[in-house]
C-alpha cells in the first residue's frame, strides 16, 4: 500500500489545478455522506440504508457544505503549503455549516430522522475535513518537498552496471546530494534495459545522453578495471566537462564499504603509474617476520609506509627513529591506533642519523636485525642551497647508521636511494650516490650485514612531490607553476614502492644495486592539464583565454634535470621479481673513497661550498652540476686509483 501511495502521490501533484480542486470537491461529497452514515450508527446503534427519509439528511449536507465551502476559499488553498490558518478557516465554515445543518434537523426536524443528527453529523464533518486537510498538508506537503529536492538534485551516471554498479545505486538510494539517472556499460547486451529500474546507455551515446539528462558527474563502478581501461575511460568523459568519481578497490567492496563517503573525485593517484603487480609473500617476510627492525627517517613519506607495511608481516619489535617530533609522534600515534592488535611493540626514538653517541645507545640497546634507511634530505633546491646539511646527513649520516649495523652484527641493511643518483646534476644527486658508494665499500669488508640499495623516482603524494604542490595551487585559482615544458619524472605509489624495498632488500646478497621499474615517465606538463580536468576546470590557455587555471613556465631550478634515469651503466640484471632489476656498478676503491670522505669532511669543517661541491665533483662519476654553478669547478674526477688533484 505504501509503495502504491508513493508512486500515486507525485501524479497527483503536478495535475493541473482544476483536476486537483475537482478530487478535494469530491472528497468533501464522500466526507458528506460519510459522516451522515456514521451520525445514524452513533444514534441508533447499528448501521442504516441513506434511503427513504434518511436520504434528506444526505442531500441537505451535501447542499449546505460545498456551497459554505467554496464561499469560504477551501478550493483555492493549497494544502500543501497550508497550516494553521487553512485548519481554523475550515473550523468557521463547519461551524456555520452546522449552525444551518441543526436548524433544518434539529430545530425544525424532519420526519423519520432523530433531531440529534443534526447536532452529531456536524461536528463528525468537522473532524473529518479538517483531519484530510491535515493528512494532505503533512504528507503530500513532505512528499512534494522531498520530490521537488530530489528532481533538483544533480543528476549523475554510474558507469559500470554490474555488482559495484549495483552496490552503488543502494548506498545512493536515499542521498541528498545527487541522484542516479542511469548506468553507462560497454557490455551491449545490457543496452536499452533497466537494471534496478536504471536504463543502461551505450557509452558511445554519453554525448547526447549528456545533454538530454544534464549529466553532471559519473561514478566509475569499475573496481577491476585495468589502469589503461580507467585512464581511457576517464579521459573521455572528461572531455564533456562532467566530474568524475570513483568506488572503491575490489578489496574494499569485498569488506562492504560501499557507502557514499567512499565514493570520492577521481584523483591522479588513480591514474598515473601502472599495473600493480601481487607482492610475495615470502620476499616480504624474510626480513621482517620475528625480527628486530629499525626504521630511520620514520615520519617521512617512505619511512612511514615502510612502517605500516612492516606491521602487517608480525616483526618482533619496530624501532621508529626521526629528528622531528612532531613527525615521530604523528607516525607512532596512527601505527597504534591502527595496529593495536598486532601486538608488536612500537618504540618511538627521537634523534638524528649524524649524532653516532645516540645511534650507538640504540643499536647496542635493541641490537635491530633489519635496518631500512630512509632518513635523507630530499628536496633538490634546499640541499643545492644547503650543501653542509645535505652531505651530513645524506653521506655521514648514511654512513654512521650503515657501520653501526655492521659492528652490531644486522643481518640486513637496506638504503633507500633515488633516481637523482644517477648522473647526478644537483648536490643531493650526488650525496645519494656518494652514500651508495659507501655501502659498496662496507659490503665488500668482510661482514654478517647485507648491505643493499633501492633506487626508484618520484612517489606520488610524498613531501615535496610535485602532485601535492599542483593541488595546492589548484585550490588557490592558479596559476600551476612548471619549471620546463618538456620535463618528464616517474612515478609510482608509496604503499608499492614500499612493498617493492622490502621485498628487493630480502634478494639481496651484499652491495647490490636494486632498480625499481617505474613504468613509462610522465611529462609534467601532461600532469599538471589533467589534474586540472580532474578537478572540473579548464586550463587558461591561448586556445581558451577564458579557462579557469593558467599554467606557467618558471625554467629550470639549479640542479634539476630534464628527466631522470636509474641505471648508470647498461647491464641491468633480472631478479626474482618482475618489477625489481639488479645493477652491477662500479665504485672507487676503498682508498680513494675514505680520501674523498676525508677531504669532503675538511671542507665541511672549513665551511668551504667551493671545495665540498669540487670534491663530489672529482668523487662521484657522471656528477655535472648545472645551474650557474660550474665556475668553481677547475678539477680532475677520481677516475681511478691513480688521479686525484682536486684531493691533493
Not at 569499475?222 to 575490489?250: C, D, F, G, M
Not at 651508495?436 to 647485507?450: K, N
Not at 577564458?546 to 651503466?569: F, M
Request: one cysteine or more.
Amino acid at each position: 500500500m505504501a509503495v502504491f501511495l508513493s508512486s500515486i502521490v507525485p501524479k497527483i501533484l503536478f495535475l493541473p489545478r482544476f483536476a486537483k480542486r475537482l478530487i478535494v470537491l469530491v472528497l468533501d461529497v464522500g466526507l458528506c455522506v460519510l459522516a451522515t452514515w456514521i451520525a445514524f450508527y452513533l444514534r441508533l446503534g447499528e448501521f442504516v440504508e441513506l434511503g427513504g427519509n434518511a436520504r434528506w439528511a444526505v442531500i441537505v449536507s451535501v447542499g449546505v457544505a460545498l456551497p459554505i465551502f467554496i464561499k469560504s476559499g477551501f478550493y483555492r488553498a493549497i494544502f500543501r503549503h497550508s497550516g494553521l490558518p487553512v485548519l481554523l478557516s475550515i473550523a468557521r465554515a463547519t461551524v456555520f455549516y452546522g449552525v444551518v445543518y441543526g436548524l433544518v434537523f434539529t430545530v425544525i426536524g424532519v420526519q423519520g430522522i432523530p433531531r440529534t443528527i443534526g447536532i452529531i453529523q456536524p461536528i463528525l464533518l468537522l473532524l473529518m475535513v479538517a483531519t484530510s486537510r491535515a493528512i494532505a498538508w503533512l504528507w503530500l506537503g513532505g512528499h512534494y518537498q522531498r520530490h521537488l529536492r530530489r528532481m533538483q538534485l544533480p543528476n549523475v551516471l554510474i558507469y559500470g552496471a554490474g555488482t559495484a554498479g549495483r552496490q552503488v545505486l543502494a548506498a545512493l538510494a536515499h542521498n541528498q546530494e545527487m541522484r542516479v539517472a542511469g548506468f553507462l556499460d560497454d557490455d551491449a547486451s545490457l543496452h536499452g534495459l533497466l537494471v534496478n529500474e536504471k536504463p543502461v546507455y551505450h557509452p558511445k551515446d554519453v554525448d547526447d545522453v549528456f545533454r538530454a539528462l544534464k549529466i553532471s558527474s559519473v561514478l566509475l563502478a569499475l573496481p577491476s578495471a585495468s589502469l589503461s581501461r580507467r585512464n581511457e575511460i576517464v579521459a573521455t568523459l572528461l572531455k564533456h566537462k562532467v566530474s568524475v568519481q570513483t568506488v572503491p578497490s575490489l578489496t574494499e567492496l569485498a569488506q562492504g564499504k560501499i557507502d557514499i563517503a567512499a565514493i570520492r573525485r577521481v584523483d591522479i593517484e588513480d591514474l598515473l603509474g601502472r599495473e600493480p603487480v601481487a607482492p610475495e609473500p615470502t620476499l616480504i617476510a624474510k626480513n621482517i617476520s620475528a625480527k628486530v627492525l629499525l626504521v630511520t627517517g620514520a615520519g617521512g613519506s617512505i619511512g612511514s609506509e615502510l612502517c605500516r607495511q612492516i606491521l602487517a608481516w608480525g616483526p618482533e619489535k619496530l624501532l621508529l627513529l626521526d629528528q622531528s617530533e612532531a613527525a615521530l609522534y604523528a607516525i607512532h600515534e596512527e601505527l597504534e591506533r591502527d595496529f593495536a592488535r598486532s601486538g608488536c611493540p612500537l618504540i618511538p626514538l627521537l634523534g638524528s642519523v649524524c649524532d653516532e653517541g645516540r645511534l650507538r645507545e640504540i643499536f647496542s640497546t635493541f641490537r635491530p636485525d633489519t635496518v631500512y634507511h630512509a632518513a635523507a634530505y630530499k628536496h633538490v633546491p634546499l640541499v643545492e642551497q644547503n650543501i653542509f646539511e645535505g652531505i651530513r646527513n645524506n653521506v655521514f649520516g648514511t654512513m654512521a647508521v650503515a657501520k653501526l649495523a655492521a659492528e652490531y652484527s644486522a643481518s640486513d641493511f637496506v638504503f633507500i636511494s633515488t633516481d637523482k643518483a644517477v648522473r647526478p646534476t644537483n648536490v643531493m644527486g650526488a650525496t645519494k650516490r656518494l652514500a651508495e658508494m659507501v655501502l659498496q665499500a662496507l659490503a665488500l669488508e668482510a661482514s654478517a650485514t647485507r648491505f643493499a640499495m633501492v633506487r626508484f623516482g618520484n612517489v606520488l603524494g610524498s613531501s615535496g612531490s610535485v602532485v601535492p604542490k599542483f593541488r595546492q595551487q589548484i585550490g588557490a585559482g592558479g596559476p600551476i607553476t612548471v619549471t620546463h615544458a618538456d620535463v618528464t619524472r616517474y612515478f609510482m605509489s608509496i604503499p608499492e614502492a614500499a612493498q617493492l624495498v622490502i621485498q628487493a632488500g630480502a634478494m639481496a646478497a651484499g652491495g647490490d644495486v636494486f632498480l625499481l621499474d617505474m613504468g613509462k615517465s610522465i611529462k609534467i606538463m601532461d600532469l599538471a592539464r589533467r589534474m586540472i580536468e580532474l578537478s572540473g576546470l579548464t586550463v587558461r590557455d591561448s586556445e581558451n583565454p577564458a579557462g579557469d587555471i593558467a599554467i606557467e613556465v618558471t625554467g629550470l631550478r639549479p640542479g634539476e634535470k630534464l628527466y631522470e634515469e636509474l641505471l648508470i651503466g647498461d647491464t641491468p640484471a633480472p631478479t626474482a621479481h618482475p618489477m625489481i632489476m639488479k645493477s652491477l656498478e662500479a665504485t672507487l676503491p676503498r682508498a680513494e673513497l675514505e680520501r674523498v670522505l676525508t677531504v669532503l669532511q675538511g671542507a665541511m669543517e672549513a665551511n668551504d661550498a667551493p671545495a665540498a661541491r669540487s670534491v663530489l665533483f672529482a668523487g662521484v662519476a657522471g656528477y655535472q652540476p648545472t645551474g650557474g654553478i660550474v665556475d668553481w669547478v677547475h678539477c680532475e674526477r677520481v677516475e681511478t686509483g691513480e688521479g686525484a688533484a682536486a684531493l691533493g
